[in-house]
């Protein structure tokens, strides 16, 4: 009995969490003219395959939108912010949690706060800020500006990491007669391997995700990010492609969540840090 | 042995260089902006032209007499609370299931993760799919359960779009609260759960009366996080309705940026957006008493 209630839980939360995406399979694979039949008609059911499944969708994406040009803009911001943020963040991260003392810590919890100042006050400035420096409508801008959402959460990230890196494999290059600059060059990269990982990885989940600065900053088609483009410019007119669209959201949206779960535990420590001892 | 002094042995020095391109970002890039982002709301500068005129308090003057203003306002708010409550339940629910075990875990983890790794404005774009005037499942759905015998016309009528919003809110924090509580569950010693059960306290009284109260710091941060990213929130109004019909379902955020960027006024979006700072502070305040009491219990 307590397992029955069990399963229909987890299976209610499952339907809950899940059904857009199911939503988004379906639509991708559908017919128009089993796509477009009023939600009244109470004879055609939505929710499977009335006719067979289609690949037009898929090619209209491809083939004739803008679609594969905005995975390119996204890829190559995501791999400038990535390295901006890895050389910003990690050794920031370092130097809070083994050079800086007691201060390190209160000096990071700043940082950190940082990441709260939402993109929705700062955008204002921004868009005045990005003009000036010339760089509205461009990719430029946000490279420039990704990074002020990642290096605070990254800093805190690595910080957090180091902690739980025992402090002894440093100590005892420093016996063996390194200087402190060269534990950090030589023996401190090694240790923090699988905390530049994370940090590439949330970098990549943030700019993938971010909507309110590319929406500011870029006005034209061809320089827009996948989630900038799907929503704003694939519609165009008053057609609404939902194939393609829904296409385009599935296709995203699964290669993130793979990387995500694989990592979440990870970025769950770094907000739960202070509130979560463990 | 007198210890060597040379530069690369000084941590002082070496943690500043290490530091130093961190902090400046921060100073420059997100410290000079938020300063900005408060003096513009005090001036007439437009998107148009680099001129800044001091403008007194007639932006707030402006927008406080503004009922499309005091509206948005009102939504943030409703919106905020609304999802969290939302997400607190179902959070600590989802939770109790998911620290057991049961077959496909692995597999229902994934799912319930999607709503939080999905990019807000495609989940936005689906729902906007989903909550179609004509096509929408859910009424196909409701109407086939013999539920709903008129038309929910989602995103057409101000109350259901509001409701509509708060909904999509919620699914795509509750699974983030999940894990956070998760987190904190996994973190209780076994031994107090287990002194319970010796007691004689049952599953609910063991809920409500041992873990409940030892999650609260935990549920604290996932509702401290989940009110900052719904307050602050663009994405999911302006593509769900756009702060429509007739600037009903407008949220600070969306119609901060339909008057400071797609108007051009910088100034009163700025004011706008500045109303979201009491949202924040609250936060950052409860946040740091939490992270003190941690300190002060570790």
Known sequence: ?278 | MTPRRTLADREDVLGGVMLTPALAYVILLVGVPFVLAIVLSFSDATAGSLRFGWAGVRNYAAILADPIFLRALRNTAVVTIGSQLLVVVLATAAAQVFRATFRGKRFARFVLLLPWAVPVSLAAIAWTWIFDSTFSVINWTLKAAGLLHGWLYWLGEPALALLAIIIVQAWRIFPFATVIVLAGLSSIPQEIVEAAIVDGAGFWRRLFQVELPLLLPVVTVAVLFGVVYTATDLGVVYILTGGGPANTTHVLPTLAFQRGILGADLGQGAAIAVFLLPFLIVVAFAMLRLARRAEVGA
């Open chain 1, 1 to 278: 009995m307590k397992r029955v209630a069990l399963y229909a839980a987890a299976l209610g939360f499952v339907v809950f969490a899940g059904f857009p995406f199911y939503w988004m399979l379906v639509t991708t694979f559908k017919q128009n003219r089993d796509l477009y039949v009023g939600a009244s008609d109470l004879s055609h059911i939505p929710w499977i395959f009335n006719d067979p499944p289609t690949l037009e969708h898929v090619k209209l994406l491809f083939g004739q939108t803008d679609f594969p040009r905005w995975v390119l803009n996204t890829l190559l911001v995501v791999a400038a912010v990535v390295v901006i943020t890895v050389a910003v963040a990690v050794p920031a991260g370092y130097s809070l949690a083994r050079l800086a003392g007691r201060w390190g810590e209160r000096m990071g919890m700043g940082i950190f706060f940082t990441y709260l100042i939402p993109p929705t006050l700062l955008f204002v400035p921004f868009s005045r800020l990005v003009s000036l420096l010339g760089l509205q409508n461009s990719l430029a801008s946000l490279i420039l500006i990704y990074p002020t959402m990642t290096i605070p959460f990254c800093t805190w990230l690595v910080m957090g990491f180091l902690r739980s890196v025992p402090w002894e494999i440093e100590e005892q290059a420093m016996i063996d007669g390194y200087s402190r600059l060269a534990v950090i060059l030589k023996v401190a990269p090694r240790l923090i391997v699988p905390g530049i990982l994370t940090v590439v990885v949330f970098t990549f989940t943030l700019v993938m995700q971010e909507f309110v600065y590319a929406l500011t900053f870029i006005s034209s088609v061809e320089k827009m990010t996948v989630s900038l483009g799907v929503p704003i410019a694939l519609v165009r007119g008053d057609v609404y492609h939902w194939g393609a669209l829904m296409a385009a959201a599935l296709f995203t949206s699964i290669p993130l969540a793979v990387v995500y779960n694989l990592f979440i535990d990870r970025f769950i420590q770094g907000f739960t840090m202070g509130a979560v001892k463990g």
